[in-house]
């Protein structure tokens, strides 16, 4: 799977928009990126996966380039509850793609 | 429809003891995945079930780790003979086809004292 590299660490004041970035510049055609997100002392949670095109649901938009070497989690409207470590993986679709390879993410602090 | 489901949440075992966690997937999911998270590290691949069957357990220690599936039941992840190194966050996730994504449970935290 491609690697991929997120900064450390993010703030955000709540009630704007969180965007988190993502390369992934390896990426290769059948790779999607999916994006979860670890509340301390919780389990992952899925957020959203794509492709090629922009996705969105009720969580959060997420913004691939047309080259598809980076990508961008946008939270619309952040809370305090979404500080959490955010993980972007890339995931190749068949074969050993059950492997979820969790990187050091990004810890985004959500601040009032 | 519940979600993942871990038990027991907090799992204390002293050196040398069983640890037995428990993982029951939603509803409708066939496939279990482990996953173990020592402190201050990300989450690591051990095994991959699908119902009666380990069809990847390369993430797996070589001894004192096990895991089952069976057709009735939860899935159960076994660590025999535990030691200090053990004791991390012990996450289960399901899905219900192999390249869906993964919804994962809230862990089991086993501390080997």
């Known amino acids: 799977d491609a690697k991929t590299t997120q900064p450390p660490s993010m703030d955000c004041a709540e009630g704007r928009a969180a965007n988190l970035p993502c390369n992934h510049s390896t990426i290769s055609g059948n790779e999607y990126v999916y994006w979860y997100r670890q509340i301390h002392s919780q389990g992952p949670q899925y957020i959203i996966h794509g492709l090629k095109n922009n996705e969105t649901n009720e969580m959060a938009s997420l913004i691939i380039t047309e080259d598809r070497k980076s990508s961008t989690l946008i939270l619309p409207h952040a809370t305090l509850r979404d500080t959490a470590v955010y993980y972007c993986?890339?995931?190749?679709?068949?074969?050993?793609?059950?492997?979820?390879?969790f990187g050091k993410g990004t810890l985004l602090t959500v601040n009032p | 429809n519940a979600g993942v489901m871990q038990n027991p949440r907090h799992l204390v075992r002293r050196r040398g003891q069983e640890a037995r966690l428990r993982c029951s997937p939603m509803?409708?999911?066939?496939?279990v995945y482990w996953y173990r998270q020592l402190p201050e590290e990300g989450l690591k691949f051990m095994v991959y079930?699908?119902?009666?069957?380990?069809?990847?357990e390369s993430g797996m220690p070589k001894e004192r780790f096990s895991a089952e599936f069976p057709k009735e039941g939860p899935s159960i992840l076994r660590i025999q003979q535990v030691v200090r190194g053990d004791s991390a966050a012990y996450f289960c996730a399901s899905s219900p086809f192999r390249d869906n994504e993964q919804f994962f449970g809230p862990g089991t935290r086993l501390t080997v004292l």
């Open positions: 993986i890339v995931r190749v679709s068949g074969g050993s793609n059950y492997k979820l390879t």
């Open positions: 509803k409708g999911h066939s496939h």
């Open positions: 079930l699908q119902k009666e069957n380990i069809i990847d």
